[in-house]
């Protein structure tokens, strides 16, 4: 079960951070990372992380404003967004890819995901 939490109204240029918390079973060889979606929009990949947290990928939109991290002791992601734009506003959700193998990244991002969470939703005022 994945969990997000952090979502909020904010407004351009603010900062915010999620977190998704998995539970059930130790997530640390999965790629995890999140997704979002806007009103009237699909689904867009926006970052992930490796199991071991040494491989990153971003979406180029967020690249150099969100950082995404994991804590496998705790066994949660993060993800710190700042320089929010009104553009960010979406549906935020996290998900969970099993595999260790550094092209499990690209396979995460098709959205092709073994988990989750129910979302959790950013709003960025102008």
């Known amino acids: 079960q994945l969990v997000e939490s952090g979502g909020g109204l904010v407004q351009a240029g603010d900062s915010l951070t999620l977190s998704c918390a998995a539970s059930g079973r130790p997530m640390s060889s999965y790629v995890m990372g999140w997704f979002r979606q806007a009103p009237g929009k699909n689904r867009e990949f926006v970052a992930a992380i490796s199991g071991n947290g040494n491989i990153t990928y971003y979406t180029d939109s967020v690249k150099g404003r969100f950082t995404i991290s994991r804590d496998n002791a705790k066994n949660t992601v993060y993800l710190q967004m700042q320089s929010l734009k009104p553009e960010d506003t979406a549906t935020y959700s996290c998900?969970?890819?099993?595999?260790?193998?550094?092209?499990?990244?690209?396979?995460?991002?098709?959205?092709?995901?073994?988990?989750w969470g129910q979302g959790t939703q950013v709003t960025v005022s102008s």
């Open positions: 998900a969970a890819k099993e595999g260790t193998a550094p092209v499990m990244i690209l396979a995460f991002t098709t959205g092709l995901n073994d988990y």
